[in-house]
């Protein structure tokens, strides 16, 4: 009985292990999509997810990001993309088309360091946060997620 734990256990962890490198072929794809067609990729999910047909820049946004993971599977040593289809988790791309600045990610980590420390966060860093916050939820709903109060900005979810 011994001996199947181990072999379950292997089988396992070969299984998790290859299910990480297909996440991270499907994420690594997304850097050969530019910040407009990532939007659409974003988009075209919100609308698979809510049962409708895909627009004309949707359908080009995924035909992309398929030619994208076909390359990347191709780099990676992989025949084609079968097994990759749904390998990326779209909010992956989320970081890549936040409408905020450089300087408002910095004073957002900043409000999030402030919470983590048990300080008050600066009024320009509280600012920031809320607008990256609202950001992140229109990125959800625009994904076909639910965007609730619980959807705000964490320390492991920021950009």
């Known amino acids: ?12 962890r070969k299984r ?13 794809a997304l850097v050969f999509l530019w910040r407009p067609e990532l939007e659409q990729l974003i988009s075209a999910h919100g609308a698979e997810r ?17 030619q994208a993971l076909t390359g990347e599977c191709r780099r990676a040593g992989y025949p084609s993309i079968k097994g990759f289809e749904g390998a990326l988790d779209i909010r992956e791309a989320f970081p890549c088309v936040l409408r905020v600045s450089d300087k408002e990610l910095q004073l957002t980590k900043g409000a999030l360091i ?3 420390e048990g300080r008050t966060a600066t009024q320009d860093e509280s600012a920031a946060l809320q ?12 994904a076909g997620f639910p965007a609730s109060a619980g959807d705000d900005v964490q320390e492991d979810s920021a950009p």
């Open 114 to 116: 402030a919470a983590q």
């Open 16 to 28: 998790t292990a290859a299910r990480k490198d297909r996440q991270l072929i499907a994420k690594n």
């Open 1 to 12: 009985m011994r001996n199947l734990h181990q072999r379950i256990e292997a089988l396992e």
């Open 131 to 142: 607008k990256c916050n609202a950001e992140w939820i229109r990125l959800l709903r625009l």
């Open 50 to 66: 809510e049962g409708r047909d895909l627009s004309e820049a949707e359908s080009a946004a995924k035909q992309a990001y398929t």
